[in-house]
């Protein structure tokens, strides 16, 4: 069973790496098993951006260990897996790509997944979404 866990944020509605930090341990001493951890540059409702330069940090420190064989090309048996990070960035990823934005992102590189949609901001069709994955062969290579 996969279990959703919404995280308090800080006074400018931003989650922050101790916060992340402290809820794995917490999850982990339940016995539970954290393995995914979904950020936003530019909620929706506030355009708060989620502190990636922390965060990212907290993501690989924290490890996964898959010790059964899978049929999944993402996790393909036995290993050793960081936490994956996505980063949403559908409503204002599209600023991105003015210099004066882009500190907003530091910390992407920790990213293993990010999509935003260009028709908010860009001018483009309404179902226009783009998302990069960083293992993308893991979606690709799929039949």
């Given at each position: ?23 794995i ?31 990212g ?77 960083v ?9």
């Open positions: 069973m996969v279990k959703l866990r919404i995280l308090e944020t800080d006074s400018k509605y931003r989650l922050r790496g101790e916060i992340l930090r402290n809820a341990q917490e999850d982990r001493n339940l016995g539970l098993i954290p393995f995914f951890v979904s950020t936003t540059l530019g909620t929706t409702s506030c355009c708060s951006f989620d502190v990636l330069s922390e965060i940090p907290v993501c690989e420190e924290n490890e996964l260990v898959i010790t059964h064989v899978t049929t999944d090309a993402v996790l393909p048996g036995n290993g050793t897996y960081r936490l994956w990070l996505h980063v949403d960035a559908a409503y204002a990823g599209s600023a991105m790509i003015c210099p004066e934005f882009r500190h907003l992102m530091n910390g992407i590189e920790y990213a293993m997944s990010f999509n935003t949609n260009p028709n908010k901001w860009m001018l483009v069709n309404f179902d226009c979404s783009t998302m990069w994955l293992p993308r062969s893991s979606q690709l290579d799929k039949p």
